[in-house]
């Protein structure tokens, strides 16, 4: 198997002008003809290379004269000596109801649709896939009318028609010329909800959202999201929506989150459907940063497009980094920072540090599904996110303007982003790109002096960027730091410190005492920041400072070195159980109005074990389990008062998705989480799952008795299950919390839930919420000593392979990130990577994510 490499980039020998399809589906065998207007790039004498997937091909015509001299392989068609401009007829069938992987044309329960990035194209009919070669498409779509009354494309549609078996037919044209991966085609029978945008400019934009029959209440939440991110973008971005149509069709089989095809929209209904009663107030969080996410890629995206595969975070970044910039300013903005740190921290560190470390813009890919990432998207947000903090909110939206003015309607690279940024700032960006090419999660290394004679104090920084798995080299990179002063009885002052050199000094003078620095604060740049903070320091920084990332996170590292100092790792300095316990007092003495609840939560929230394992080089998972379970059960019972005191008076009645509301129920099942490991847990538990009239408050009661392992909650999670039985997207949220109990006999609980009737191993949904929760969320479980944990994940990633080869290489992340573990485990782990790398016909996911894993 053969990786492709950046650096290997050549234009494409042929562009296709325009694209005219017509898709017949029937079962089994769907009919494809697509008529293509093909142009020669340049002089040369290339035969025409086009990308096919196990197409049965029909019939091929140039200029309307069948063709009998190609050549075919399995994933190509080559046609020798072409003319420099012709239209070639190509005519394949293929079987939508036969396809697992959920890539190309595929059917689900009751529909049609489609999935094309990164390279799906290919499975549907022969065509120059790749992302470079932008085309105007006209679709025409056949089917039953009664079965699939709507056939939806790209664009507007133009013209339909009825036949006489029965069927119908609806042609489509999109006037902006776009890359097949853009491509989508939705043929079924819904619910459709429908809304208008008026736009900046006067436009009404008819809003149209496609459900499952049934579901259309569940909708609503979606389409008032879209409004605001339509709004949101053109009054931050001055960036104005298109078409006159906007579709958006939830599915309910559909390997990603959800895909931004041009004015048809297609989203896992998991973030599309939302009421009080079935979805969680996280669940409205995510509908409305998804449908705000897919709807900015209008332009960050498809309006201007990648180049190649590599540049994926051209889109991906920038798109992420809008979208997180849109949550702030819906909700909180410093709770939105935390979340997004926590994901760098759990999820991106964690992939810097194994076999598949990759820079934001890859330059060796084998399998393109593989790239993306956490890497890719959220550290590449984190990119763009630096850019905003060197050149402030106008300078980067200088640069946005400059990069649509240069690139509109274009395919483009990374580095004419940074050109655009750079051009319109005048300022030299050479050694911050250096981020888009290099790997690896860098160490800012701090110490501090302070001269009480002249009231001189020095910062001294180190930058270290070690060798990581895909690359030994690396360079000084340009890292923004963003400082704060903190003297006592003096306003705190606040500064952003340039790190470009591999050692730097920062001299400030004037100080009567030495101050306290809090350094990255609102996490300025994605790196691991290492200082000999003494306790006090933090405790002050988590009291006192002004920014509350800044208290945040020093309250979590005060809690991280307590935890790492009760295991074997060990800790950078002592923290005893008092300084916790000040720490704790502190914060529920500064406990301030409403507004401040979601960060209170977020500051009692001890940091996950995922994310304490990245602090430390050997992951000693047991140990620190017990210890933080420990932990929580002494703030659990020191501070009871205090939690029940809080508990009490954020209760409210009724729901709606307002932060006010979503703030008090954020804290109240944080207090709850806590109550539940005191003597009055099981009571109040169940209590408050009865109560609950809503999601929010019904799986808040499930994970304070699943994590406090209450004897009510066998008993209350077969009364959500019967509540909930025909209803599998929120059975998915049942499925997770039995996959991730830590109780003895997990993987006997696993085959039950594997062969419950909701299941079904065709669905992403499903296994991921048991299969994917199990290997991600439960480290007991998972790491069991015995590696019977290790083999149920690999047993089973051996059948799903087979069927869906891209939700499998996903799950097999955690096996393949064993470098961190005891030797013992290590070797189990990959005892059980090696058995998958000899299965015969490995997917070339799998094969990738595996083989590099155990290089
Ligand atoms: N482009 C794939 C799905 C997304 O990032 O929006
Ligand atoms: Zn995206």
């Not at 009919?31 to 290339?46: A, T």
């Not at 945008?197 to 436009?203: A, E, I, L, M, Q």
């Not at 209008?298 to 809008?322: A, H, I, M, P």
């Not at 990255?520 to 003494?534: C, I, N």
């Amino acid at each position: 198997i053969q990786a492709k490499r950046r650096l290997d980039y050549q234009p494409p020998h042929f562009f296709i002008s325009t694209v005219d399809l017509s898709v017949k589906l029937e079962d089994p065998k769907t009919q494809v003809k697509s008529q293509l207007k093909v142009i020669r790039n340049g002089e040369h004498r290339h035969p025409l290379v086009l990308d096919g997937e196990e197409l049965p091909l029909i019939d091929i015509k140039i200029n309307a004269n069948s063709v009998t001299r190609y050549e075919q392989t399995p994933t190509s068609l080559t046609l020798e000596n072409v003319p420099d401009e012709f239209y070639l007829e190509i005519y394949t069938e293929i079987d939508p109801a036969s396809n697992s992987s959920l890539e190309g044309l595929y059917k689900t329960e009751n529909a049609y649709c489609t999935q094309c990035e990164a390279e799906g194209f290919r499975k549907i009919t022969y065509f120059i896939d790749r992302p470079d070669v932008l085309s105007e498409y006209s679709v025409t779509i056949y089917a039953d009318q009664k079965a699939y009354p709507y056939l939806l494309s790209n664009g507007n549609k133009v013209d339909s028609g009825k036949l006489e078996d029965g069927r119908h037919w609806v042609k489509w044209h999109d006037p902006f010329k776009k890359p097949c991966y853009l491509f989508a085609l939705v043929a079924g029978d819904f619910d459709l909800l429908e809304d208008h945008f008026k736009t900046v400019s006067g436009r009404k934009i008819l809003l149209q959202l496609f459900v499952d029959k049934g579901k259309a209440k569940r909708g609503k939440h979606a389409l008032t999201s879209l409004k605001k991110s339509m709004q949101w973008d053109e009054e931050v971005f001055d960036l104005e929506y298109d078409l006159d149509i906007y579709m958006v069709v939830a599915v309910d089989f559909f390997n990603m989150g959800a895909m931004e095809n041009k004015g048809l929209n297609v989203f896992n209904s998991k973030f599309v459907l939302a009421d009080s009663e079935s979805a969680t107030d996280e669940d409205f969080f995510n509908i409305e940063s998804v449908i705000a996410h897919e709807y900015f890629h209008n332009w960050t995206g498809n309006r201007v497009t990648c180049r190649d595969w590599f540049q994926l975070s051209l889109k991906e970044g920038l798109t992420v980094f809008r979208d997180q910039q849109f949550s702030a300013d819906m909700s909180s903005r410093v709770v939105n920072r935390i979340k997004n740190v926590k994901v760098i921290r759990e999820h991106q560190f964690a992939e810097d540090a194994s076999a598949m470390s990759h820079p934001i813009r890859p330059d060796e890919v084998i399998e393109m599904n593989n790239f993306y990432t956490v890497t890719v998207y959220d550290k590449g947000a984190e990119v763009i996110r630096m850019l905003h903090t060197l050149l402030g909110q106008q300078g980067f939206k200088n640069g946005i303007d400059l990069y649509f003015k240069r690139h509109d309607g274009q395919a483009v690279t990374c580095d004419d982003f940074v050109s655009a940024m750079q051009d319109a700032n005048q300022v030299d960006l050479s050694q911050f790109k250096l981020w888009y090419s290099q790997s690896g999660t860098p160490v800012v290394s701090v110490k501090e002096r302070f001269d009480d004679a002249t009231g001189e104090y020095i910062l001294e920084f180190q930058q270290i960027n070690a060798p990581t798995a895909d690359q030994q080299q690396k360079q000084n990179l340009h890292i923004p730091i963003r400082l704060e002063f903190m003297c006592n009885g003096e306003k705190p002052s606040a500064e952003l410190f340039e790190l470009k050199q591999g050692s730097q000094t920062l001299t400030k003078s004037g100080f009567t005492e030495k101050p306290t620095v809090a350094l990255l604060a609102d996490f300025s740049a994605p790196v691991k920041l290492e200082f000999d903070y003494t306790v006090d320091a933090l405790l002050k920084i988590a009291l006192q400072s002004q920014d509350g990332f800044s208290r945040w996170d020093a309250g979590q590292k005060l809690f991280s070195e307590y935890l790492h100092g009760k295991t074997p790792a060990g800790s950078t300095f002592k923290v005893s159980l008092r300084d916790i316990d000040n720490l704790i007092n502190g914060i529920f003495n500064d406990k301030q109005a409403d507004t401040d609840w979601a960060l209170l939560a977020e500051m009692l929230t001890l940091p996950n074990i995922e994310t304490l394992a990245q602090q430390v080089s050997r992951y000693y998972v047991v140990e620190l389990n017990k210890a933080r379970k420990e932990l929580e059960s002494h703030i659990a019972n020191t501070f009871s008062a205090n939690f029940l005191l809080i508990y009490s008076e954020s209760a409210q009645s009724g729901y709606k998705y307002t932060a006010t509301q979503v703030n008090k129920r954020k804290i109240r099942n944080l207090c709850l989480h806590y109550l539940a490991k005191t003597d009055i847990g099981d009571k109040l538990v169940s209590e408050q799952f009865s109560a609950s009239s809503n999601m929010t408050d019904s799986l808040g009661a499930l994970k304070a008795a699943q994590s406090a392992l209450l004897p009510c909650f066998e008993r209350l999670m077969s009364e959500f299950e019967q509540k909930w039985a025909d209803d599998p997207l929120v059975l998915d949220k049942w499925f997770a919390l039995h996959a991730s109990s830590e109780i003895p006999d997990i993987l006997a609980r696993l085959d039950l839930l594997l062969s419950h009737k909701q299941f079904n191993h065709d669905n992403p949904n499903r296994v991921r919420s048991v299969i994917g929760t199990f290997a991600f969320y439960n480290p007991t479980g998972f790491h069991a000593i015995d590696g019977s944990g290790y083999k149920y994940i690999a047993d089973y990633l051996l059948k799903l392979d087979a069927r869906n080869p891209q939700v499998a290489a996903r799950i097999v992340t955690p096996l393949s990130q064993w470098k961190k573990m005891d030797e013992a485990r290590a070797e189990l782990m990959k005892h059980q990577l090696t058995r998958l790398l000899a299965q015969p016909n490995l997917s070339k996911d799998l094969y990738e994510k595996v083989s590099k894993s155990l290089s």
